[in-house]
Structures are given as C-alpha cells and as structure tokens.
C-alpha cells in the first residue's frame, strides 16, 4: 500500500477544502504530503489528481439544474477549457517537475497573496450583463493557464480572469466551480490513463484501489461544505482575508527552507 488510511483521508480532506478556495489546492497537497511524509511515487502524482475526480462529482451535484442548460453553456466552457488543455499536452512534464517543489509553491502563495489583497479594488466593478460571452469564456481560460504553475491557484486565477471581465465576485467564483469540471476531469483522466496502459502501473493501481476510492469520497463530501462556505463568505467579505493566509503561509514555508529545514519531496 501507497498510503496509510489515515494519510489517504487527511490528504482528501485538504484537496477538498482547497480545490475551490483561491489558495492553491495543489500546493496545500504538497505541503501535506511532506507533512505527513508521504514519499513521492507516480501513484501518490496520479492520487493527488485522480481524487479531483470527487471534487468534480460535488460541483455537479450542487450545480446540477445549471448543467441541464442549452448547448450555449458547454460552448462557453469548451473555449475556456481549451487554453489550459492545450498547454497542458504540450507541458506535462515540466508541470509535474515544478510539483515537487516546495519553493515554488511557497513564493506562488505569497504573491497570489498579495494579489488576493487588492482584488476587490481592483476588480470588483460588476456591470449590469452578466453574461458570459466566448471572448469573456476564453480570457478566464487564458487565466487558468497561469495556474499551472503551482501554488498560484486554479480558483484564485480563473475568478480574477472573470471579475477582470466585470463578472460579480459570485458569477467568476461559480464560473470558476463549472470551468473546473472539464479541466479537472480531463487531468484527472490523463492520470488514470497513462496507469492504465502501463503494465506495472496496472498492478500498483489494482492494489490501491480502495486508496483512490476512500480518497474520492472524501474529497467529494468535504468539497460540498468547502464550496457553500466559500459562495457566501466571499459574496459578504471578498478576498483579503485568503490573502493574508496565502501570505502566512507562504512565509512560514519561506523561513522554513532560508532555516535549512528539509522540505523537498523525495
């Protein structure tokens, strides 16, 4: 086994909370993986990734009736969807280098915090049409290419890319929850697929199994909570308050590597 039971849920639990808070959902699993001692294998890469698979299960859920709309809607999230796809074919590998990385993370937090601050000056200035056109679909996807980059933030990238097109901070926030289906499921399924076709990845896979599944459910039921919090809590504070936390973060982890403490991933 990969992973103990214990590490598998607590691992979850943070992709849940994190996936749809701008706060870096893939550098909070780094850190937790260090944490807790996780060694670094092509499955505990595939793991973090595939369990996004729950995370995307409780947007459809919550979002269901919003899914059932006119083709205009699967439209606009296949031009938003694109950028980010096509960078991702032509860059896996580097992306999974910068992974590992924990300072890279670090200093991603710290400056995506510092942009968290000035969000609601900057861009909280909704017009009256919400709606989203294909030119507004695709600049928020050209945003979410930023996020490749670890400790950035799919979240964070893909609702400053909407409220920059005078979306309301709701509208860029659900629009960032529906964009993440397709670019979820489609890093997700890569994942899956690059083990699947590989013959001793295969093995490891069938023998972790109930690793990926407990790790689904989990993400899928905290991501619930994490996503009715985050709607109302920005709708009424706005983004500082995930500024600052990135900010603190990001710092700890800073002094903790200048300190000489041993952060990487082996």
Not at 124 to 132: C, E, Y
Not at 197 to 207: D, Y
Not at 221 to 247: H, N, P, S
Request: aromatic letters at 14%.
């Amino acid at each position: 086994m990969e992973m103990t039971w214990w590490q598998t849920i607590l691992i979850a639990i943070v992709e849940g909370l994190t996936e749809f808070l701008p706060v870096s959902s893939t550098g909070h699993m780094i850190i937790a993986q260090k944490i807790l001692n996780v060694p670094s294998s092509e499955f505990i890469k595939a793991f973090t990734v595939i369990i996004q698979f729950g995370a995307i299960l409780s947007v459809i859920v919550l979002y269901y009736n919003r899914f059932l709309q006119s083709s205009d809607f699967y439209w606009k999230l296949f031009i938003a969807f694109i950028p980010a796809a096509v960078l991702g074919f032509l860059f896996s590998d580097k992306i999974d280098t910068l992974l590992e990385s924990v300072t890279v993370v670090a200093i991603m937090l710290i400056l995506g915090g510092i942009l968290m601050l000035f969000v609601d000056t900057w861009f909280n200035k909704p017009s009256k049409d919400q709606t989203i056109s294909s030119k507004k679909a695709f600049f928020i996807g050209l945003a979410q290419c930023v996020a490749m980059i670890p400790g950035i933030s799919r979240s964070m990238a893909t609702i400053v890319g909407g409220m920059a097109q005078k979306l309301t901070r709701k509208d860029a926030a659900e629009f960032s929850f529906f964009l993440a289906v397709p670019t979820m499921f489609a890093a997700s399924a890569y994942k899956l697929l690059k083990l699947v076709t590989n013959t001793e990845s295969q093995a490891i896979l069938v023998q972790n199994i109930d690793i990926l599944i407990i790790g689904n459910l989990v993400a899928f039921i905290v991501a619930i909570l994490a996503i009715k919090f985050f709607i109302g809590f920005i709708t009424k504070y706005g983004f500082k308050a995930f500024g600052i936390y990135r900010i603190i973060v990001g710092t700890i982890l800073l002094i903790l590597l200048m300190q000489g403490y041993d952060l990487s991933i082996i």
